[in-house]
């Protein structure tokens, strides 16, 4: 198990390079999502070149429009949003209404969009914001992989142009959706098998990690007493985000998944990792959409990831608050 700072998997790594990292949101926000935007826009060592969505937890229209809602509530309207795929690849879609709600972002007081999404779609505003960019663009994507995989096979020529790729999504032990699949990766298992044979560097934060990224009741009084509106609306969207975790696991609050994609970009060491082959089966019945890990290398397909294995919770918590507080 490797600290976040010391591998060739797009993990921050001590460099005198001080430029920020560029990056690209890809989501379906949900509630996670939403903070996994807060923390990416309010850290120095990224710079959050576009959001893109993709359905997931609600319809595309509905993650669209909450993205679109969240960056307004920030005042970061300047963020160009396009919208992408409405469905996966294959697969028919399928929507955990009881996580998120109908609207995708249920259980706060959000503002309605300032601003409309770019004319272009999702996968031409990735193009152009990666072919603009002046370093290698880091891709990160919080919801299932459609527009990944559709812009890696419409642009091959610019996939050297892909930095890594820090997905949330996956998991080497239990599954949310089934008992072998976490949801981003169940819903099109096509499209993460594309993703994870790219040959992109890849920073997995499956539910190995993510399950132990829980914002606890004391942790949401903090932000909402620090961060003002902000604050008061992400601890009313967290309260309502714990209310299925808890009646389902037990837990005493929800875990940010999302967030922990972005969190391990801008603090080396805060997740702690094992470097992998990673494969997805899309042929299995019982198993669609699984994270299949091989450590003794038996496939003879060399490592793609960085499999989050564990996380230092207390100073994630942290950096959530500390970005909250940036926005109050
Ligand atoms: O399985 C958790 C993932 O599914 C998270 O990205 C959550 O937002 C949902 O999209
Ligand atoms: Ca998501």
Same mark, same amino acid.
């Given at each position: 198990?490797?600290? *976040? ?22 989501? $379906?926000? +949900?509630?996670? $999502? ?28 509905? @993650? ?16 160009? #949003? ?18 998120? +709600? ?30 603009? *960019? ?38 080497? +032990?239990?599954?949310? @959706? ?38 606890? !009741? ?36 929800? !875990?940010?998944? $999302? ?11 805060? #997740? ?39 996380? $230092? ?10 970005? #909250?507080?940036?926005? *109050?």
């Amino acid at each position: 198990m490797t600290g *976040a700072g010391s591998n060739g998997a797009g993990e921050p790594r001590p460099s005198v390079d001080r430029r920020p990292r560029p990056v690209v949101l890809d989501c $379906d926000p +949900g509630h996670d $999502d939403a903070l996994a935007i807060l923390l990416a826009l309010a850290r120095p060592e990224l710079q959050v070149l576009a959001v893109t969505t993709v359905a997931g937890n609600a319809p595309l229209e509905r @993650t669209t429009r909450n993205a679109l809602r969240v960056l307004t509530l920030l005042g970061r309207t300047d963020v160009p #949003v396009a919208s992408g795929a409405e469905r996966p690849l294959v697969r028919a879609p399928w929507i955990p209404v009881e996580f998120h +709600g109908q609207s995708g972002l249920d259980g706060a007081d959000l503002p309605e969009p300032a601003v409309r999404p770019v004319a272009e779609d999702a996968i031409e505003l990735t193009a152009r914001v990666v072919r603009e *960019a002046a370093n290698p663009v880091t891709l990160v994507p919080t919801g299932p992989l459609t527009n990944i995989a559709l812009f890696l096979r419409a642009h091959p020529r610019l996939v050297p142009r892909i930095g890594a790729i820090s997905l949330m999504g996956g998991s080497l +032990g239990e599954g949310n @959706t089934t008992a072998a699949a976490e949801f981003n990766l169940w819903s099109d298992p096509e499209a993460a098998a594309i993703v994870f044979e790219a040959g992109i560097p890849i920073l997995m934060s499956g539910l190995d990690v993510t399950h132990q990224a829980l914002v606890l !009741p004391p942790d949401i009084a903090r932000l909402e007493h620090v961060g003002g509106r902000t604050g008061r609306v992400f601890a009313d969207l967290l309260r309502f985000f714990a209310v299925h975790h808890r009646q389902r696991y037990g837990w005493d609050g929800p !875990p940010i998944h $999302d967030a922990v994609a972005v969190a391990r970009l801008v603090e080396p060491g805060l #997740v702690m990792s094992r470097r992998l082959r990673v494969d997805v089966e899309t042929a299995g019945e019982l198993t669609r959409g699984r994270t299949v890990a091989d450590p003794e290398g038996l496939s003879g397909r060399p490592p793609n990831a960085e499999v989050g294995l564990a996380i $230092d919770r207390e100073r994630f918590v942290d950096l959530l608050v500390e970005a #909250v507080a940036s926005f *109050a």
